[in-house]
């Protein structure tokens, strides 16, 4: 742990479900001592999302990973107490309740930032802390549709699509994550203050979804449904091989474009007049991608990658998270790590930690933990409760 670059920063994770979570996971895995709080009786909805080995719930595993689990009920004085104490040693505190909830329960941040002025209160919600939608119940869905991005995703002719995974909410992983380390980095710079962050789920996301505002606000446009395509470049679709099988592929520079016309035995189209820069392609991208089309039917995938790789052309094949597991790349990058799990009885494989550090890499230390796996360790040996005073409050004591 004294090796990984955030190791000695403590985090008290008071959230559930997704994005808070994350914004833990990825400080977990650079060295926080993340200090996850769940509920005594179901703990966290997510050990109950999606598929379970043997009743244990696998994307728990994955979220929670290098992270202790204590029970606590905030609801209660008791557990009111167990979060003051934790705030005392704490440098970060995430949660994602509603707007008001930590102050009704006694647990503001002007409560906390007077046990600990240093501390930094990451507050993540649907729609933020402030704003007439502030009051309202606000998950990861209704942010994707919210922020702009469902309205241009599908096709022109069909109901809009939402994402096939949590994407705001892990947009919102990974912005909260960088924005605690700015808030610790500004409050190690500048004399040791703390302070509250105000994250809505569908901010991120809403500031990754492209021009839309600034094409908007000079020209009217507003972005329609475009399928695979996408409003600034050409060509950029998905492809089918002769044998059945899908690639993605994109022109976006003029010399991966023409990269890929030969690629495919196609270098007519470089000279063709309707396809001569990138404004002319999205001008004429029906007939530009019928005629890639053909191309590609002409081969095989095996065939259609090593043309592309011959020509230093970009390509991609579209992955089942099943040709991931086998794929060569995947395996070099070490993107896939396995860690043996006591409670699934064996090895688990998961995504890997994001990045790589020459010095101080991250690293997957152990899987999700058992609910209230460290009530022993945490609230009687580092806070100084009793047995008694967990036994009647229902926590349980692991050995």
Not at 135 to 162: I, M, N, Q, W
Not at 269 to 280: A, E, H, Q, S, W
Not at 327 to 339: L, Q, S, W, Y
Request: include cysteine; hydrophobic fraction near 40%.
């Amino acid at each position: 742990m004294s090796t990984l670059p955030l190791s000695g920063v403590r985090v008290v994770d008071i959230s559930s479900f997704l994005a808070g979570p994350m914004v833990s996971m990825f400080l977990g895995d650079y060295g926080a001592d993340v200090i996850k709080v769940e509920h005594p009786g179901r703990g966290d909805e997510v050990r109950f999302w999606g598929e379970n080995k043997d009743g244990v719930g696998l994307y728990y595993k994955v979220l929670n990973r290098n992270k202790r689990s204590v029970t606590a009920d905030l609801r209660t004085p008791m557990g009111v107490e167990i979060v003051k104490r934790l705030a005392g040693s704490a440098d970060v505190i995430i949660e994602n309740f509603r707007p008001g909830t930590l102050e009704r329960w006694g647990l503001g941040y002007d409560v906390l930032s007077a046990i600990n002025p240093g501390i930094v209160l990451a507050r993540i919600t649907g729609y933020g802390q402030t704003g007439p939608n502030s009051h309202k119940p606000g998950f990861g869905t209704v942010a994707e549709g919210f922020s702009g991005c469902v309205y241009v995703t599908g096709y022109s002719d069909r109901p809009p699509l939402l994402p096939a995974f949590g994407l705001a909410d892990s947009t919102t992983g990974l912005s909260g994550a960088f924005l605690v380390m700015v808030a610790l980095f500004e409050r190690e710079r500048r004399g040791g203050a703390g302070q509250v962050i105000d994250l809505a789920i569908y901010e991120p996301l809403f500031t990754l979804i492209g021009p839309h505002v600034v094409n908007y606000d000079q020209l009217g446009v507003v972005q329609q449904r475009t399928g695979s395509r996408i409003a600034f470049t050409a060509p950029r679709n998905t492809f089918r091989t002769r044998d059945g099988n899908w690639v993605v592929m994109s022109g976006s520079a003029q010399s991966t474009f023409e990269r890929t016309c030969r690629a495919l035995d196609r270098p007519e189209l470089i000279d063709d007049p309707r396809f001569g820069d990138n404004r002319k392609r999205l001008q004429n991208v029906e007939e530009l991608e019928a005629a890639l089309a053909e191309g590609f039917a002409q081969f095989d995938l095996d065939e259609v990658l090593r043309r592309f790789d011959k020509h230093e052309a970009a390509i991609a094949p579209v992955y089942s998270v099943e040709q991931i597991f086998s794929d060569p790349h995947f395996e070099a990058r070490g993107n896939i790590a396995t860690v043996t799990d006591e409670e699934l009885g064996g090895p688990v494989r998961m995504q890997n930690v994001v990045g790589g550090f020459s010095r101080t890499p991250g690293e997957i230390r152990h899987a999700g933990p058992r609910l209230g796996q460290h009530n022993r360790e945490v609230l009687i040996d580092e806070l100084g409760f009793s047995a008694a005073e967990l036994k009647d409050a229902g926590l349980p004591l692991f050995p």
